[in-house]
Nanobody, 119 residues
Framework: VQLQASGGGLVQPGGSLRLSCAAS????????MGWYRQAPGKQRELVAT???????NFSDFAKGRFTVSRDNAKNTVSLQMNSLKSEDTALYYC??????????????WGQGTQVTVSS
């Protein structure tokens, strides 16, 4: 199973970016999908997740600025980030919790996409 993320880049403070991630491979169904991030010298932290039913969970820093959405049919998840701040600079990782065809539930991670907020 692979998670391919895209959409990172350099943006000025106050700007917006949209991250997208697609899951592919031997996966039957995905329960939770979402995004985590890791800034230099810090631990990886939750940004936002969304269940198959559309229930969402956001970290406090993301509430009101970020939205998360998914397409169950395409196994994709997106993160719309608005009003970006310099402290949002980090490597953003796509995450999925899914049922593999071997009947085991596993957690999967993408390779990370860099988001840099700077003037």
């Amino acid at each position: 199973v692979q998670l391919q993320a895209s959409g990172g880049g350099l943006v000025q403070p106050g700007g917006s970016l949209r991250l997208s991630c697609a899951a592919s491979g031997s996966i039957v169904t995905i329960n939770n999908m979402g995004w985590y991030r890791q800034a230099p010298g810090k631990q990886r932290e939750l940004v936002a997740t969304i269940t198959r039913n559309g229930d969402t969970n956001f970290s406090d820093f993301a509430k009101g600025r970020f939205t998360v959405s998914r397409d169950n049919a395409k196994n994709t998840v997106s993160l719309q980030m608005n009003s970006l701040k310099s402290e949002d600079t980090a490597l953003y990782y796509c995450y999925a919790r899914g049922l593999h065809r071997d009947s085991l539930w596993r957690s999967y991670w993408g390779q990370g996409t860099q988001v840099t907020v700077s003037s």
